[in-house]
C-alpha cells in the first residue's frame, strides 16, 4: 500500500510539473482514448436488435413504442418494424402482451360490450351486430397461410317488417395473397362466408383480389381453371415419367416436356330423335248422330185445307258415325354437357444422355441399338402416360450425350471463413481501427507528457553524467559541440525549452552559493561541462 501510494504521488507530483499546455493536450488525450474504449467495449457487448413486431397500424405501433419508451427500453425503427435487444424480446412481449399490446387491428364481437344502455336503437344494435361478424369472419380469413389482409363486407338485411319480398342475401371479401391462391382456396372461403350468415347463397359471395380480380363468385374467370389445371396435370406427368427413367438411365441423365392441351369451352348439346316405327295411340274421338225427315205427295186440294181431312205424304230417318284417331310418334330427347377442362392432347419430348446407355459409338450396330432403345423407351412412356394415337397424343425421344460442365464453370459455395468474413469483416476492422489509435493515443501522446527528466539534470553532475552517457551512446557529439563552441546559446536555447527547471536550477544554484560564500555557480557548471566534453 506505501508503495503505490509513492508512485501515486511521484505520478501527481510529474502531472503538477508539466506545464498548463501539456496538461490540457494530456487530458484531451486521456479523454480521447476513454472514450475510444468505451466505443470498443460497447461495441463488442451491445445485444444485437430482433424483431419486435411489424406489419401494425399506425396507431397501435404508437402505442407499443410509447410503452417502450416509458419502460427506458431501447428499440429501433426500421419500415414497418419495431426491433428491441435480442436478450429482452420475450419478456418484453409477455409484459405488453399484460397491458393487451398489440391490441388486435379487427375487432369482432367485443364490439357487442360497447352497446349498452338504454340509448341504443335497433338500428344501432344491428349495425354493431354485422361490424361485429364481419370482423369474426375477417380474423378466420387471416388464419389462412399466405393471406396478408383481408376485407369482409355483408350486404345486411335491412327489409321493413310490412315488406313481403325479401331482398337477396350477398358478401364480398377483398384480400391481399403473399402468394397464389388456388380456387379451391378461394371456394372455401366461399363457403365459410356463406354458412356464417344466414339466408346467404355460397354462389353470392366474391372474393376478390386487388391485383389478380375475381377469384370466385359472379361473373369469376372460369378459363384459369383449365389452365391451371393443364400445368398441374403436365407436371404431375413430367414427374411420373421422370421417376420412370431415372432408374435405367440414373439420376440427372434425363430430360421431360410434358405439354397438355386442354379444352377451355363449355358446349351443351341437345338432340331429339323420332322412330317412325312406332307408334302409340293418344286419343281416340267417336262421333255418332242420328235424324229424321217426312213429306207430302199429290197435289193442293180443298181437303188439304180442312182441319180433319185426310192427308198423305212420306218420311225418312238418318244415322251418321265418325271416328277420330290421333297416333303419339316415339322421341327421345338427349342432351350433352361438355365441361372445360376435357384433355384434347398429350405432346411428351424426352432427352436421355447417350453416354449412360451403355452403347458404344463404334461398334457396328450401335444405330440399330439405338432404335431399338428408342422404340422401346417410346412404347414404355406411351403406357405409362395413357397416350392415345387416335386423338392426336405424340411422344418423341431422342438419344444425345450431354454436355459436361467444366470444373472451372461450377461455383463453389462459400466456406465458413468466407461467411465469417462477409458477415464480420467491417465490424472487425472497425475494432481493430479503433484499437489502434487507442494504443498511437496511449503510447505516442500520454506517455510522452508523463515522462520528465529529473531536476538535476542541469547541476555539475548531472551535465557530466548526461555527457557521459550522450558520448557513449553516440548521439551527444553535435550537443558538445555546440556547448564548446557557443556555451550561452546551449544554455538560451535550454533555458527556453524548460523554463520550469531551469528556474528550479537556478534558484538551487543561488542557495548554494549563499550557503558557499558567493563562488559564481555558472561559472562553475560551464567549466565542469567543457571538462567533461573536452575529456
Known amino acids: ?34 472514450a475510444a474504449m468505451s466505443f470498443l467495449v460497447q461495441g463488442a457487448t451491445r445485444d444485437p436488435m430482433t424483431l419486435l413486431y411489424s406489419g401494425l397500424e399506425p396507431a397501435h405501433a404508437g402505442d407499443i413504442i410509447k410503452e417502450l419508451e416509458q419502460s427506458g427500453t431501447p428499440y429501433e425503427i426500421k419500415g414497418e418494424a419495431i426491433f428491441v435487444p435480442q436478450g429482452k424480446r420475450d419478456a418484453i412481449r409477455f409484459t405488453l402482451a399484460q397491458q393487451g399490446l398489440p391490441r388486435p387491428s379487427v375487432q369482432g364481437y367485443e364490439l357487442l360490450d360497447q352497446v349498452n344502455g338504454f340509448s341504443v336503437t335497433s338500428e344501432m344494435y344491428n349495425a354493431a351486430y354485422w361490424r361485429a361478424k364481419e370482423g369474426e369472419l375477417t380474423r378466420t380469413i387471416l388464419a389462412i397461410p399466405g393471406v396478408s389482409s383481408a376485407r369482409v363486407h355483408i350486404g345486411a338485411n335491412l327489409r321493413s317488417g310490412f315488406s313481403r319480398s325479401q331482398p337477396q342475401q350477398t358478401a364480398s371479401v377483398t384480400l391481399t395473397t403473399a402468394r397464389e391462391m388456388t380456387a379451391g382456396q378461394a371456394e372455401a372461403i366461399q363457403y365459410m362466408v356463406a354458412l356464417a350468415v344466414a339466408g346467404l347463397n355460397a354462389e353470392d359471395v366474391a372474393v376478390i383480389d386487388p391485383v389478380k380480380g375475381i377469384l370466385a363468385g359472379p361473373k369469376a374467370n372460369k378459363t384459369a381453371e383449365p389452365a391451371m389445371a393443364a400445368e398441374s396435370q403436365a407436371a404431375l406427368l413430367e ?33 331429339v330423335t323420332f322412330d317412325p316405327n312406332s307408334r302409340v295411340i293418344r286419343n281416340r274421338t267417336t262421333n255418332d248422330s242420328s235424324g229424321s225427315s217426312g213429306g207430302t205427295g199429290g197435289g193442293m186440294t180443298v181437303a188439304s185445307n180442312l182441319p180433319q181431312g185426310e192427308t198423305g205424304g212420306s218420311s225418312s230417318t238418318n244415322k251418321n258415325s265418325t271416328e277420330t284417331v290421333s297416333y303419339e310418334i316415339n322421341e327421345t330427347r338427349t342432351e350433352v354437357e361438355t365441361l372445360p377442362g376435357q384433355i384434347e392432347k398429350i405432346s411428351i419430348a424426352v432427352m436421355l444422355n447417350a453416354q449412360s446407355l451403355g452403347i458404344d459409338p463404334a461398334a457396328a450396330d450401335a444405330a440399330a441399338l439405338q432404335d431399338q432403345m428408342k422404340a422401346d423407351f417410346e412404347s ?128 538551487q544554484w543561488l542557495t548554494e552559493d549563499q550557503l558557499a560564500g558567493g563562488a559564481d555557480p555558472i561559472a562553475s557548471a560551464f567549466d565542469t561541462r567543457k571538462a567533461a566534453v573536452n575529456e
Open 239 to 271: 414427374q411420373k415419367i421422370l421417376t420412370l427413367l431415372e432408374p435405367r438411365v440414373g439420376a440427372g441423365n434425363a430430360r421431360v416436356s410434358a405439354t397438355v392441351d386442354v379444352s377451355r369451352q363449355r358446349l351443351v348439346t341437345s338432340a
Open 380 to 507: 414404355l412412356i406411351a403406357s405409362a402416360a395413357g397416350i392415345d394415337a387416335a386423338r392426336g397424343d405424340t411422344v418423341s425421344v431422342e438419344l444425345m450425350p450431354f454436355q459436361v460442365i467444366a470444373a472451372d464453370d461450377l461455383v463453389t459455395a462459400p466456406s465458413m471463413i468466407e461467411q465469417l468474413m462477409e458477415r464480420y469483416f467491417w465490424s472487425g476492422l472497425q475494432a481493430l481501427l479503433l484499437g489502434i489509435v487507442v494504443i498511437v493515443l496511449g503510447v505516442g501522446v500520454v506517455r510522452p507528457m508523463l515522462v520528465q527528466k529529473p531536476k538535476d539534470a542541469l547541476s555539475p553532475d548531472g551535465l557530466g553524467a548526461g555527457a557521459g552517457a550522450a558520448t557513449g551512446a553516440g548521439g551527444a557529439m553535435a550537443n558538445a559541440a555546440n556547448a564548446d563552441s557557443d556555451p550561452f546559446a546551449y544554455l538560451k536555447d535550454y533555458a527556453s525549452e524548460r523554463q520550469e527547471e531551469t528556474a528550479a536550477l537556478l534558484q
Open 1 to 34: 500500500m506505501q508503495l503505490g501510494a509513492t508512485a501515486f504521488m511521484k505520478f501527481f507530483d510529474t502531472l503538477k510539473a508539466l506545464p498548463p499546455a501539456r496538461q490540457l493536450m494530456l487530458v484531451a488525450a486521456v479523454a480521447a482514448m476513454i
